[in-house]
C-alpha cells in the first residue's frame, strides 16, 4: 500500500507500549480535503490518563538526574529519526491537517533542526551564586547557590494547525531540562504528532518519559489540566480554551501561545508592491490558519486605493482547490471553522463592506475574500477570523492605526510598512504587541527567535531559549559559612 492509500489506526503510548483503549472507543479523523477519514485514535478514559500522567511523575527524578549530555543525546538521536519518517510524516500531516504535501514535509525537517537547536542550547544553562553582603547588613559569610531543576510533568497541548512543530517546540525544551511529559495532541493532527514521537521512540525514549494521551476534550481534556501530578503547562490553540486552562491550571506555571488579530499597517511612502505581496502571503497562507496570519490591514487613504488594487491582482492569481492539488487557497480544517468565517463575511457585506475579491465557496472550501472599506461596528473588524478573508480599514495616519491596534484584545504581532525606519520604530513602540515586524508579514520566525502575545494572545515567552528558560524554576541554597 502506498502511502497515499495509506489509512492510520494509531494506539497511544505508555511506558513505551502501544495500547488500545480498553473500551476499544475510537476518534475518527477526516480529511479536510475530501472528508475522507484519515484514520483514527483511541478515546481514552479518564482512568487511562491518570496511568499516564502516574508514569510520567513515578520516573521524573530519575530523568532528572541524568547527565545533561545524556538527554541531549537522546535529542540529536530523535532528530535523526524524524528526518528518516520525512516522507510518511509528511504525508501524515498533508492528508490530516490539508497542507500542501511539500509543506508538510517542510515542517518535518523545519522540527528535526529545531529539536537539534534545542539539544545544544539546552546544554548551556546554568545557575548563579550570590554573596551575601551585595545587600546592606548582610554577612559575606551567607552565600546562596541558585540552581535551575525541572518543574516535574508537563503537560503539552499541540495545534491541529502545526501539529509536529508545535509539538516539539513544547516537548524538546521540556526534555533537555529534565522534566517528563504527558502529550496531548490536537484530535485533528494527532496522527501526525504519535508518528513524531515514534520517531523518539526509536530514538531510545526511556520507559515513562513521555506519554500520550488522546482522545475527546469533554471527557479527558478538564481532568488531565487539574491532575494534581502535573506540574506545568504548556498549550498552543484557541483564546478561549487557553483562558479555560489558566483559570483551571490554578497554581502552576501555564504558557499560552493564543489567536491574533494581527494588523498590517501601510503608510503613504510604503513601498506598494512589496506591501501586497507581504500582506497577501502573510494573511493567505495554509488559508490563514495560523494565528500569526495578517488578520487585518490598516492602509491611509493616500494609498488606500493602489494598495487594493495590487492586493486584488495577486489575490486573483491564487489557485483554490484541494491540497492534493497543491493549491494555494485549500479547504478550512472543518466545516464549522469555514461556516465562522462566512458569516464575518456576511456581516461586513450586510454593513457596507465592499467586496474586492470572491469566488464559490463549497462546504469548507472558501474561496479567498478581500472585503475594503471595512469599519469598526462590523465583526471582522476585531474578531480573529483564522480563515482566508483580509479586510482592509482605512485611517487618515498611524495615530488612527494605533489607536485600533490598542482598542482590540489581541497582541500577538503587527507588522509595519514604510521607508521611514525612525517612524517605524516611534509606531512600533507605542503598538502593544509581543513582535512588530518592519517591512515583512507577520510570521512566526525562526525557531530560536522569542516568541509570545500579550492581552488575550497570550502568556509567557516561547522560542528555543525562551523555551527552555520557561521549563525551569529556580532553587536556592543557601550556605552560612
Known amino acids: 500500500m502506498s502511502l497515499e492509500q495509506q489509512r492510520y489506526t494509531h494506539q497511544y503510548l505508555l511506558n513505551n507500549e502501544w495500547k488500545d483503549s480498553e473500551s476499544g472507543d475510537v476518534v475518527e479523523i477526516k480529511s479536510p480535503d475530501d472528508n475522507a477519514s484519515v484514520g483514527s485514535v483511541p478515546a481514552m478514559s479518564q482512568n487511562e490518563v491518570d496511568a499516564a500522567v502516574e508514569s510520567a511523575s513515578d520516573v521524573q527524578e530519575n530523568w532528572a538526574s541524568k547527565d545533561g549530555h545524556v538527554r541531549s543525546e537522546l535529542l540529536h538521536r530523535w532528530a535523526e529519526e524524524l528526518e528518516k519518517m520525512t ?89 533537555i531540562t529534565g522534566n517528563t511529559v504527558v502529550f496531548k495532541p490536537a484530535t485533528q493532527g494527532a496522527i501526525s504528532g504519535i508518528l513524531m514521537v515514534e520517531a523518539l521512540v526509536k530514538a531510545g525514549l526511556p520507559k515513562g518519559v513521555l506519554n500520550i494521551v488522546t482522545g475527546r476534550g469533554s471527557v479527558i481534556g478538564d481532568f488531565v489540566v487539574t491532575h494534581p501530578k502535573i506540574d506545568m503547562i504548556t498549550f498552543t490553540g484557541g483564546t478561549g480554551t487557553g483562558k479555560n486552562i489558566a483559570k483551571k491550571a490554578s497554581m502552576i506555571p501555564v504558557v499560552l501561545e493564543l489567536g491574533g488579530k494581527d494588523p498590517a499597517i501601510v503608510l503613504e511612502d510604503a513601498d506598494l508592491d512589496l506591501s501586497a505581496k507581504e500582506i497577501v502571503g502573510g494573511a493567505f497562507s495554509y488559508s490563514g490558519q495560523r494565528c500569526t496570519a495578517i488578520k487585518r490591514v490598516m492602509a491611509t487613504t493616500a494609498v488606500a486605493d493602489e494598495l487594493t488594487e495590487k492586493i486584488k491582482e495577486l489575490v486573483n492569481n491564487m489557485k483554490v482547490g484541494k491540497s492534493t492539488e497543491g493549491a494555494d487557497i485549500i ?59 483580509l479586510p482592509i480599514m ?88
Open 87 to 175: 516522507d510518511e510524516i509528511g504525508m501524515s500531516i498533508h492528508k490530516e491537517v490539508g497542507k500542501t504535501l511539500s509543506s508538510a514535509k517542510s515542517e518535518v525537517k523545519r522540527t528535526a533542526e529545531l529539536i537539534r537547536h534545542t539539544a545544544e542550547e539546552g546544554l548551556r544553562t546554568h545557575g548563579s551564586f550570590i554573596q551575601g553582603d551585595a545587600f546592606p547588613g548582610a554577612s559575606r559569610s551567607t552565600k546562596a547557590m541558585v540552581q535551575k531543576v525541572p518543574h516535574g510533568v508537563v503537560l503539552a497541548i499541540a495545534p491541529f494547525n502545526y501539529p509536529v512543530n508545535l509539538a516539539a517546540s513544547k516537548i524538546a525544551p521540556a526534555l
Open 331 to 389: 479547504p478550512m480544517i472543518d466545516q464549522k471553522s469555514a461556516d465562522y468565517v462566512t458569516s464575518l463575511v456576511e456581516d461586513a457585506v450586510n454593513k457596507g463592506a465592499t467586496v474586492v475579491t470572491s469566488g464559490e465557496h463549497q462546504d469548507n472550501l472558501l474561496s479567498p475574500v478581500v472585503l475594503d472599506h471595512v469599519t469598526e461596528d462590523m465583526r471582522v473588524a476585531w474578531e480573529e477570523q483564522f480563515g482566508p478573508v
Open 394 to 481: 482605512r485611517v487618515e495616519n498611524e495615530l488612527e492605526a494605533i489607536d485600533l491596534e490598542k482598542r482590540n484584545e489581541y497582541g500577538l504581532q503587527a507588522s509595519i510598512f514604510t521607508k521611514n525606519l525612525e517612524n517605524a520604530f516611534t509606531i512600533a513602540d507605542r503598538l502593544n504587541v509581543g513582535t512588530v515586524q518592519v517591512n515583512g508579514k507577520t510570521s512566526r520566525g525562526p525557531d530560536h527567535f522569542p516568541f509570545l502575545g500579550v492581552k488575550n494572545s497570550g502568556q509567557g515567552v516561547q522560542g528555543i531559549g525562551r523555551s527552555i528558560d520557561s521549563m525551569l524554576r529556580d532553587k536556592v541554597l543557601v550556605l552560612n559559612l
